[in-house]
């Protein structure tokens, strides 16, 4: 069973997708659910604390906006443990908003540095292209260490 991150990682047909297939999806949703389960945040709405964007300065320079370090220091810890990656390019927004430009385009560079399995999809069109998406979905996660394969 391999640690699979997903971009978008809000998405929750991603998430799911991996872990039918056997794998661990390393998504947003958990991560902020251990951060808002954790004793002591004192704004549950905006669920993240002052020391978040520091912590993201592991990812981000100190030039770069508070929301994009902020963003890293939830996505980060993702990426230090992914073994392989899936990211679906021009997403519909009901399929997995992120949000930030700035904090995708760091993403993308830290998933190809890191040199990691990456699955590049494009969203499907259509009926037709949805099947060969979840199927391309599959194979990939079959390939990867624990898969079906």
Known sequence: MAN???FPT???ILSDLVARFGHTPL????????????PGLESPPLQITPEDPKKGLRWAAVEVPAGVRGRM?????????AEAAII???????FGCMGCARTNEL???LIRKKGI?????EYPANEEEGVEFVAAIKR???????GRA
């Open 4 to 6: 699979v991150f997903i």
């Open 10 to 12: 809000t998405s929750l």
């Open 27 to 38: 998504s947003a949703a958990m991560q902020i659910r251990e951060i808002v389960q954790t």
């Open 73 to 81: 220091s939830l996505y980060g810890p993702l990426l230090d443990r």
């Open 88 to 94: 679906v390019n021009n997403a519909d927004f009901s």
């Open 107 to 109: 993403l993308m560079f």
């Open 117 to 121: 399995p990456v699955l590049d999809l």
């Open 140 to 146: 990939f996660l079959d390939s990867l260490p624990g």
